[in-house]
């Protein structure tokens, strides 16, 4: 930065939300979501208006009394990893159906909350 060729978060120059789902290529994002409960209504319609193909959240503050149905979104395969120890944390992901993966817990490690798939 200090060079003057450098933005400090650019973003994309010419990305344009109106033909969103017209445009070509996989499309990810990933919220901080600081609760998926509480904007789950939120995260549905942004999905159905903007058809990601992979939607990653963290700090999705899942824990066991939440059901995946409680938090499905239609047309995407949830997978999550809750924080086990204490309350905040977790890992979530919505998958595009018809978006061939597998989940791969063997590349998980018990002191993170990673999920991982290919």
Known sequence: MLAG?????????????????????????HLNARSIVNKIDE?????????????????????????????????????????KARQGGGVAIYVKDGIPFKSRVDLSSGSFETLCMD
């Open 43 to 83: 995260i549905r319609l942004l999905l159905r208006d903007k058809p990601f193909q992979v939607f990653a959240v963290s700090e999705s503050w899942l824990d066991s009394s939440i059901l995946d149905s409680d938090v499905s979104v239609s047309g995407y395969t949830l997978i999550r990893n809750d924080r």
């Open 5 to 29: 060729d450098i933005s400090s978060n650019p973003g994309p120059s010419n990305f344009n939300t109106n033909n969103f789902s017209r445009k070509r290529g996989f499309k990810f994002a």
